[in-house]
């Protein structure tokens, strides 16, 4: 099999023979500098950069980056497509003049013992640098061939194989494990390919000592390439390890809590809190310095919590502060918390999370609260560290990528209990210990877990007491919108279907519902979903495949209503939250187009106020903001019996004293308001520019002296790009302009109609040939056709089949106190209707003329401020029309 694949075109050197019959791309040169180089890569710093970033000089693999050999990465190349390959050289920082070379196979059927030189093609006979043994330089680059669809290709480093010619050397290590000469599984492997996917290249990085000898470093950078291809697109990159520059990681202050159905309204509560406040430790400046020896805990209730983390991080340099979120012992199962972040300068490099709970693990975690948050699960797997068998996962945010280890701490009999699984139901009961540990690196994060781990040691004995499952597939991301859930699905498993049950609310206040779902899949590694659900507020999914792994458990919900209150002032006995319809949706979206961002359901309360009530809406779950740069108004039916303060809560903001606000006055009738963001204030009275918005806070303030009866509605808000003026302003000028247009043509038609009668009359008057038994006929035709014109203009006499549905035109729209309807053809008797968007009827008359006409002037005095649904019925034609008017 390996022979069939080498024997291509392009081998045209496969007779030249440097000894132990290897095959050659080409001459070289006595430093074994081949002579077949191409036109060299420019190897940039940011480059090597990025190559050190992701395997450092003397850091082992196994500590630091364990998931590179032990989570079930691919180490061969794999080629979708027929491609063209290079290799290029990087760096080499190995004592040794290794050899690299190659050999290929059919993908998914590597030989079973390893190849015969035979079977081998030398890339470069002497991985040395220029000035360190051999003669290359970064960039140096061979073409190695070009490959059909379906070829792998395997690598093979000669420990020191150079000796003036090419050698076996010391020993051979492949990069399928099998083949290397350790006895120990887990010591196999010998190099790792990384996916730059920016630069459209893989990294191949080995490890030429023999790794059961103690003097291998294990870093795996003794001798460094990137392999490139033609497409680029051939390439199988998907399972391969992505490097990616460094960023910003969450802190510890923001991680182990996730909106859940239960704790809504406590979850709401504290995110506003926070904002009010402005109490949260996520910020650098805002936290201590964390000393494992001086701290004392008097920043969290943290038992013992604190002596389990290091001082700095990987390289050393890095400065821990304490982040610890002791808000989230008033609404978890957690009684005692402690968090540290860790800096490199002012970049936050990782953060770690300790919880305390009694019979039972931790019940939020941090793969469920990040993907609620809008971040992506790129990977998940499983992989060893310091002896123990962990999930790991690989979290996308906007702001970069995270990195994620998370474990449990149960006392056993013999020592303690280490449990890593990925749902919480396989944890079994007792106290716990929880750890959650991130970083932008996986090393940050292995430095911090390893000290845990260590810290335990030397405590008592830590045994993994059951190996995690992973699931076969799960949700990369999700959000709810508009009545559907959408999830972007990862199936590495490349199942045909998943079975969703779960739990949902069609609002903060109502009773669960169970829903299931069987959705089918295509059979793709990653696609998006579509599940109709109707409008809801939240929802809890189990997604299984029924094949051997693990269920993926997710929480999806929109942004909550809610109420804060001080119940030693305020009293609020009754308020609710009504379901969403979409009429609402179809009747605004009719109005303001579909780029309009609709916030669903509302809130009605009443009770009594002395100080201020606060109705808030986070505009979307979790602690996500959304993008406002493209709308401009607020448009909201409100109906309140004294005044309210209406505050936008920008992610600007720092200062809840500064946050922009509007005073509305009291308005007991169900009117649609409509407000700029351009007419909010902020605390020196100016108005502001922003891009994000997080909430929006509707205020009841009291008298601060005693305690007065309120009622308080809002329903329908929407985020408009224009104002409603502005909509009837564009609308009136459109039916201007067709007016306009109707008219000339109207003209142009009449003058035509003249011209052809005055034709006929000349006709007619000049033919003398017509008698009375013509005249007789032609008289019971036009009787006739009259009697059918008559019976079709009376409705009363037509067919049982309504008239088509018509629109006229208004104007001007928006109006004030009346407005004029115009319909396009002349009547004398008209009924007119017009509706509030729940369809109740609110104003109606009947107008006879007796002229038949076609404008009508509507005087609709007294009526509220918002959009209505009008609707005419024409007598005289049998016609009906319908259309939108707005009041100012």
């Known amino acids: ?134 003669g290359l330089y970064a960039g140096d680059k061979v073409k190695i061939g070009r490959f059909p669809a379906g070829t792998a290709i395997g690598w093979v480093l000669f420990a020191n194989g150079w000796r003036g010619k090419v050698t076996g050397g010391h020993w051979q290590v492949y990069s399928r494990p099998e083949y290397n000469p350790e006895s120990d599984p887990t010591l196999q492997f010998h190099n790792v390919l990384l996916s730059d996917s920016e630069n459209e290249r893989i990294i191949l990085g080995f490890e030429d000592i023999r ?225 959650q540990v991130w970083g932008s690196s996986m090393g940050q994060v292995s430095t911090l877990v390893s000290h845990i781990l260590q810290t335990l040691e030397a405590d008592k004995p830590v045994i993994t007491t059951q190996a995690p499952r992973i699931p076969e597939a799960f949700v990369r991301k999700g959000y709810y919108r508009d009545g559907a859930l959408h999830l972007k699905i990862e199936n590495p498993g490349r199942v045909s279907s998943l079975t969703i049950d779960g739990n949902l609310k069609r609002t903060e206040l109502s009773a669960p519902e169970n829903v299931s779902f069987t959705q089918v899949l295509s059979g793709n590694r990653v696609e998006w979903i579509e599940i109709p ?72 309360m009443s009770g009594k106020v002395e100080g201020t009530i606060n109705v808030f809406r986070h505009l979307l779950a979790g602690d996500r903001s959304l993008d406002v740069s493209a709308y401009a108004y607020m448009s909201i ?79 329908g808000l929407a985020l408009t790009t224009k104002s409603i003026t502005e909509v009837g302003e564009e609308t009136t000028a459109e039916d201007t302009t067709e007016e306009s247009t109707e008219e000339e043509t109207s003209e142009e038609s009449t003058e035509a109609e003249t011209a052809e009668a005055a034709t006929e009359a000349e006709s007619v008057s000049n033919d003398t040939s017509s008698d009375e038994a013509t005249g007789a006929e032609n008289q019971e035709e036009t009787n006739e056709t009259e009697q059918e014109a008559e019976t079709a203009s009376n409705p009363l006499s037509a067919p049982s089949a309504l008239p088509e549905l018509k629109q006229a035109r208004t104007y001007p729209n928006p109006f004030e106190s009346s407005f004029k309807l115009i319909l396009p053809e002349a009547t004398k008797e008209l009924h007119v209707t017009l509706s509030n968007l729940r369809g109740q009827v609110v104003w109606k008359q009947k107008v006879r003329a007796g002229m038949a006409d076609r404008i009508f002037e509507m005087v609709v005095p007294g009526l509220p401020s918002g959009v209505y649904v009008y609707r005419a019925f024409d007598f005289t034609n049998g016609q009906q029309y319908e259309g939108k008017v707005i009041r100012k």
């Open 1 to 134: 099999m390996i022979k069939k694949l080498l024997y291509l075109p392009w081998l045209l050197l496969t007779g030249i023979s440097y000894g132990q019959d290897y095959n050659y791309l080409g001459t070289f040169d006595s430093e074994g500098t081949p002579d077949y180089l191409t036109t060299p890569d420019v190897v940039s710093e940011s480059t090597l950069k990025l190559v050190a970033d992701a395997l450092p000089e003397g850091y082992p693999v196994p500590d630091y980056n364990p998931h590179y050999i032990s989570s079930g990465y691919d180490t061969d190349i794999i080629l979708y497509e027929e491609a063209e390959v290079w290799v290029t050289f990087v760096a080499e920082g190995a004592g040794y003049k290794n050899v690299l070379g190659f050999f290929t196979y059919e993908a998914g059927s590597p030989p079973p013992t390893t190849p015969q030189p035979e079977d081998i093609t030398i890339v470069f006979p002497n991985v040395s640098a220029k000035w360190s043994g051999g």
């Open 211 to 435: 790794r059961d000898y103690g003097s291998c470093d294990q870093d795996f950078n003794d001798a460094l390439f990137y392999i490139t291809a033609s497409p680029y697109t051939a390439l199988k990159t998907e399972n391969l390890v992505r490097v990616e520059d460094r960023n910003d990681v969450s802190s510890g202050n923001d991680g182990g809590l996730e909106s859940h159905g239960r704790l809504a309204q406590k979850i709401a509560k504290r995110t506003l809190k926070r904002r009010q406040t402005g109490s949260a430790l996520n910020q650098q400046d805002l936290q201590v310095r964390y000393s494992a020896k001086s701290f004392n805990g008097n920043f969290a209730r943290n038992g013992n919590l604190d002596t389990y983390f290091p001082e700095t991080g990987m390289m050393g340099t890095e400065e821990a502060r304490v982040s610890s979120p002791e808000d989230l012992l008033e609404i978890t199962n957690a009684d005692k918390v402690f968090s540290v972040d860790y800096y490199q300068g002012n970049e936050r490099v990782a953060a770690a999370l300790a919880l305390n709970t009694l019979d039972g693990v931790y019940n939020h975690t941090k793969y469920i609260c990040d993907r609620l948050n809008d971040a992506e699960l790129t990977d998940v797997r499983t992989l060893e560290l310091q002896g123990h068998r962990m999930v790991y996962t690989r979290m996308e945010r906007a702001e970069g990528t995270e990195h994620t280890l998370a474990f449990a701490i149960r006392e056993g009999i013999s020592g303690y209990e280490l449990f890593s699984t990925w749902n919480l139901s396989d944890y079994p009961q007792g106290d716990y210990m929880n750890f």
């Open 533 to 604: 659900t109707g409008h809801l507020f939240d929802i809890g999914l189990r997604m299984t495949t029924g094949a051997t792994g693990s269920a993926d458990d997710l929480y999806l919900a929109d942004g909550p209503w809610g109420i804060d209150l001080d119940t030693n002032r305020d009293e609020v006995p009754a308020w609710n939250i009504a379901q969403h319809k979409d009429s609402i949706n179809s009747e605004l979206k009719a109005i303001f187009g579909d780029s309009t961002y609709l916030v669903e359901r509302g809130l009605e």
């Open 637 to 715: 039916e409100l109906q309140q019996d004294r005044p309210i303060e209406i505050s936008l809560i920008t992610t600007e903001m720092k200062d809840w004293n500064d946050r922009l606000r509007l005073k509305v006055v009291p308005d007991s009738t169900a009117g649609r308001l409509e407000v700029a963001f351009s007419e909010f204030r902020d605390g020196s009275g100016n108005p502001r520019n922003f891009e994000q918005l997080t909430s929006i806070v509707f205020s009841v303030q009291g008298n601060y002296q005693e305690a007065e009866e309120f009622a308080f509605a809002v329903n």
